[in-house]
Nanobody, 110 residues
Framework: VQLVESGGGLVEPGGSLRLSCAASGIIFRLADMGWYRQAPGKERELVATINNNFGTTYAESVKGRFTISRDNTENTVYLQLNSLKPEDTAVYYC?????WGQGTQVTVSS
């Protein structure tokens, strides 16, 4: 299994980013996928999940601001980040079962 994240960067508060996670080595359309994040000095935490029926869940801290989606034709899961806050600064990771991507850095700062 290989998961490759992209789309991170530096953005001002209130800005937006879209993260992508390209998956290979799995039957993507059957896979439940998740986005996690880890801020400096903090534990890794769940941000959002999407199952193989397109059902979604979100952490309370991101509800209404972040949107997880998937494209089974591209074997890719996305995380749209809107209304970003400095506390959203973290490395964002993609996960499928027990496999993790390498992460992509999101920094929210003016």
């Amino acid at each position: 299994v290989q998961l490759v994240e992209s789309g991170g960067g530096l953005v001002e508060p209130g800005g937006s980013l879209r993260l992508s996670c390209a998956a290979s080595g799995i039957i993507f359309r059957l896979a439940d996928m998740g986005w996690y994040r880890q801020a400096p000095g903090k534990e890794r935490e769940l941000v959002a999940t999407i199952n193989n029926n397109f059902g979604t869940t979100y952490a309370e801290s991101v509800k209404g601001r972040f949107t997880i989606s998937r494209d089974n034709t591209e074997n890719t899961v996305y995380l749209q980040l809107n209304s970003l806050k400095p506390e959203d600064t973290a490395v964002y990771y993609c996960k499928s079962r027990t496999s993790w991507g390498q992460g992509t850095q999101v920094t929210v700062s003016s």
